[in-house]
């Protein structure tokens, strides 16, 4: 019998509307009790004092590079990085080489996921074969060998009847769409957002037009069809009222927003460094002002990283050549913490655990007794950003040096300590779903 006491916490939890001091004791990989001073056990004890501790952060939207391009990252070097952050799941994109458009490639990154013993894996599976918007991937089958939602990520399905027929297909079949809104022939050869900042630097520019274009075709393909959508990455002020206008109209559609585009805008290329460069750009003020207050209002329903490393070499490259994304676990919860002073705990947990199990569909998000004993210790205290220390091997992201309000102390996966003051452990195999 394994036992894991959490001892000490104000324990936060929107599922149970529970925001108080309490012990938390955890066995045999579920939630065995929550009380006041709980007496120890013959288990390990985890110190929570002056600090939150939550159900288990779930990064909805994560680039694990596996199979075919590990030398950017791996599952397991991701999940080190998962839970580095606090993350005790990842839900990852399916934009690897070869994409993961079949039950066996799904099954690898299952069985990658298991041998790294550390965060629990939930891979997304693409919409349409190789993400080349035009054959539709097998969703039935995907979703029996573990496939948890399903999306092109990285390119838009660029047909609206491809999508609303992939929609049609897969109406009956668990998992949401993630949509990826981007009109390609609108974007061109951005490198940045197109504005001011575009023209000053004479560097070509995406409207924001690109984005919104895409989400308001997919929104109303979602109210035609009633699958539901979540879109992802969202990036401007417009955006966010197209979201509005279609949940007013009963349409099943969710979205998130990144920690980059809460708190960075598109001056970020003064150098001509790529470090900044991500898909969709980074925008202007006034967006990252619309952003934030949509987290504030409930429009937006989860925070995700975009996690997407690179190596070295690759980001070093002129701005034009340089690929896009940069390593984004091991500070979301500090950069979520910048963007939002003052968002109230509660809502903070419900982003980054309680809506994200809730869309994906996957265990999680509460700290119930029977539920998975997955926890997150967290806590306002500063730390500073060290790239070159990051566990992903990703080591490039414009928050490098930056200092940060809120940190992940400890996190449980299954019962099991796999990270906790910043080391890191691999949980037993038998504590693994």
Not at 86 to 114: H, S, W, Y
């Amino acid at each position: 019998m394994s036992e894991v006491l959490v001892r000490g916490g104000r324990v936060v939890d929107p599922s149970q509307g529970l925001d108080a001091l309490r012990d938390l004791r955890l066995r045999d990989g579920v939630v065995a009790e929550i009380g006041e001073h709980l007496e120890p056990g013959d288990g390990e004890i985890v110190d929570a004092g002056n600090a939150f501790v939550a159900p288990g952060f779930i990064d909805m939207h994560v680039h694990l590079r596996e199979p075919g391009q590990t030398h950017k990252e791996t599952v397991a070097t991701g999940c080190a990085a998962a839970v580095a952050g606090g993350f005790t799941a990842v839900a990852c994109m399916p934009n690897t080489q070869p994409t993961l458009d079949t039950p066996a490639l799904i099954a690898q990154v299952k069985r990658l996921a298991a041998d790294a013993g550390l965060a629990r894996v939930y891979p997304i599976a693409a919409i349409t074969r190789d993400r080349a918007g035009v054959e539709l991937a097998p969703f039935r089958s995907l979703h029996e060998a573990g496939a948890v939602a399903f999306s092109d990520d990285g390119a838009t399905v660029a047909s609206a009847r491809v999508l609303r027929q992939a929609a049609l297909y897969a109406r009956d079949v668990p998992g949401v769409f993630i949509s990826h809104c981007e009109d390609a022939d609108l974007k061109g050869e951005a490198v940045m957002n197109e504005g001011e900042r575009s023209m000053l630097l004479g560097l070509a520019g995406e409207p924001g037009l690109a984005e919104e274009i895409v989400i308001a075709r997919d929104l109303l393909i979602a109210g035609d069809t009633k699958k539901p959508f979540h879109i992802a990455h969202l990036t401007t002020a417009l955006g966010v009222e197209l979201v509005r206008f279609a949940r007013a109209r009963g349409f099943a559609v969710t979205c998130e927003v990144t920690p980059h585009h809460l708190l960075l805008h598109d001056d970020a290329f003064v150098r001509f460094r790529a470090d900044a460069k991500v898909n969709p750009p980074l925008r202007t003020p006034h967006d990252s002002e619309a952003l934030r207050a949509a987290v504030r209002d409930g429009v937006i329903d989860a925070l995700a990283s975009d996690h997407a490393p690179h190596a070295r070499e690759e980001k070093v490259q002129l701005l034009a050549d340089a690929p896009v994304g940069f390593s984004g676990l091991e500070i979301a919860v500090g950069a979520y913490a910048q963007a939002l002073p003052g968002l109230p705990l509660a809502r903070f947990v419900e982003l980054l655990s309680l809506n994200p199990a809730r869309i994906l569909g996957v265990s999680g998000g509460t700290l119930r007794i029977g539920a998975a004993a997955d926890v997150t210790v967290f806590a306002d205290r500063p730390w500073r950003v060290q790239a070159a220390r990051f566990h992903s091997k990703g080591k490039n992201t414009p928050f490098d040096g930056l200092t940060f309000p809120r940190q992940a102390l400890a996190t449980i996966v299954g019962g099991a300590v796999v990270m906790e003051g910043g080391s890191i452990r691999s949980r037993a195999k038998t504590n693994r779903e």
